[in-house]
């Protein structure tokens, strides 16, 4: 049995990761996932994340709660996957802690790649789609949205994490894949297919 491959969706708040992400699985016939919250345990995780009444987290916290959370859904969600052979498409992924925690937070970002390499066991996303968008096309989208704990953070907050992304996808060229996710649905997910059956032959 083959091993299956793992592709991460990627970017700001408003891209359209979630969507994408859907549609990708649906026409890979992979198993659909995201981080935080992939899991039950990673639910609970994910309520103290995202809660706009939690306003004393303090970042170190925040960046430990994510690993936990990668942790378990790396155990539970995505290695068996795998191994059995099912291509696993995630929306989000150990990328976004070092796009939030460490270029967001400002957090040592090699402390941070250290606490995720452990996280992980070596799972990391074999591509990473990031889809970029400029700053008024995300803000025009999350216009009339409830905003969690990290959407209400201040632009400072948002523009660290869409250079970081950037920053990120630059460094590792031959693992990302920068996808403009300013076009239409239709034209965002025919870049998203053509890209993965480049990359990954599938």
């Given amino acids: 049995m083959s091993t299956g491959r793992y592709i991460t969706l990627e ?17 890979l016939g992979a198993v659909l996932t995201r981080e935080t919250g992939g899991t039950a345990i990673g639910q609970r995780i994910r309520t103290i994340l995202h809660d706009t009444t939690v306003t004393n987290l303090s970042h170190r916290a925040e960046a430990l709660l994510a690993a936990a959370d990668r942790a378990q859904h790396i155990d539970e969600v995505v290695a068996p996957a795998l191994a059995a052979g099912r291509h696993v ?6 990328y976004s802690t070092l796009a939030y925690q460490g270029y967001g937070r400002e957090l040592n970002l090699t402390e941070v790649r250290g606490l995720n390499e452990w996280a992980v066991g070596g799972h990391w996303p074999e591509l990473v789609l ?4 400029a700053p008024e096309v995300l803000e025009r989208r999350m216009r009339g949205r409830q905003l969690d704990r990290f959407e209400q953070e201040g632009d400072g907050f948002h523009q660290r994490v869409r250079d970081g992304f950037r920053q990120m996808a630059e460094q590792e060229a031959d693992r990302w894949v920068i996808i403009d996710g300013s076009l239409g ?12 059956t480049e990359r990954l032959g599938i």
């Fill in 11 to 27: 970017g700001a708040e408003g891209c359209g990761k979630s969507t994408h992400a859907a549609r990708l699985a649906d026409a």
């Fill in 89 to 94: 498409v995630s929306d989000r992924s150990v």
């Fill in 130 to 133: 990031l889809l970029d968008a």
């Fill in 185 to 196: 649905l239709d034209a965002v997910a025919r870049s998203i297919r053509a890209a993965v």
